[in-house]
């Protein structure tokens, strides 16, 4: 039988699915229907549904979802139930910034390895993790089995990064460089164009302050 494929934007929704049952179960909630939980958090109570429905049954009929329960199965869903060591290539102002970042580690991430081509940065260490030159960035990748990686370098230099990253046996990237990556199927990659966003929130912004307009031929 042909394995099911799970939408991509399915898989982002379970985390946001997750972090409101992780406010619900803070707020001291211990079950909730998927209609509640969408007249809580904006969502869609038809959607979550069939979202969840990907993985199996979790719900009970008439009683709804039983908090603690889901959030344990979304958690193992996402492969949160484990530890995972991240690499970060590129320690400028933003990889610095990552690094220092506490909610990784609240979630099981933990930068553990970085590494940047200048050879200023390299020896310096920023909470805790020392950084390393490029040279080393293949075997202690390869040595640890790192299989996450961020990567926060200048966009000419983000498809070598990637290939490196790749053949030293990543399969997960994030991508903050404003650069489309090729990499071979079966590695994972997530961009993340920081003035892409920007732009978006100017747009609304605008939307947001422009005086409405009024159909002067509209009945008074």
């Not at 400028?92 to 990784?104: C, H, M, R, T, V």
């Not at 933990?110 to 909470?127: E, R, Y």
């Not at 390393?132 to 202690?140: C, K, N």
């Amino acid at each position: 039988m042909k394995p099911v494929k799970i939408p991509e934007k399915t898989v982002t929704r379970l985390s946001i699915y997750l972090r409101c049952l992780e406010e619900l179960e803070a707020d001291g909630v211990t079950s909730i229907s998927s209609r509640q939980l969408a007249e809580r958090f904006g969502l869609n109570s038809a959607q979550v549904r069939k979202d969840l429905a990907y993985f199996g049954q979790f719900g009970v009929r008439g009683l709804g979802y039983h908090i603690a329960e889901l959030k344990h199965n979304l958690e193992r869903i996402l492969g949160l139930k484990q530890d995972w060591e991240v690499v970060l290539v590129g320690v400028g102002n933003l990889g610095s910034a990552l690094i220092a970042y506490k909610g990784f580690g609240a979630r099981g991430f933990k930068i553990g390895l970085a590494f940047d081509s200048s050879p200023a940065k390299v020896g310096q260490v920023i909470q805790d993790v020392e950084i390393e030159g490029m040279d080393r960035l293949a075997p202690t990748i390869r040595r640890r089995r790192v299989k996450i990686a961020v990567m926060a370098v200048p966009a000419a230099a983000a498809q070598s990064v990637a290939e490196l990253l790749v053949e030293a046996g990543v399969t997960a990237i994030l991508n903050f460089a404003p650069a489309q990556l090729t990499v071979p199927a079966g590695v994972k990659v997530q961009n993340v164009d920081l003035s892409v966003l920007l732009k978006t929130l100017s747009y609304h912004t605008v939307r947001a302050n422009r005086p409405v307009r009024t159909d002067p031929h509209s009945a008074e």
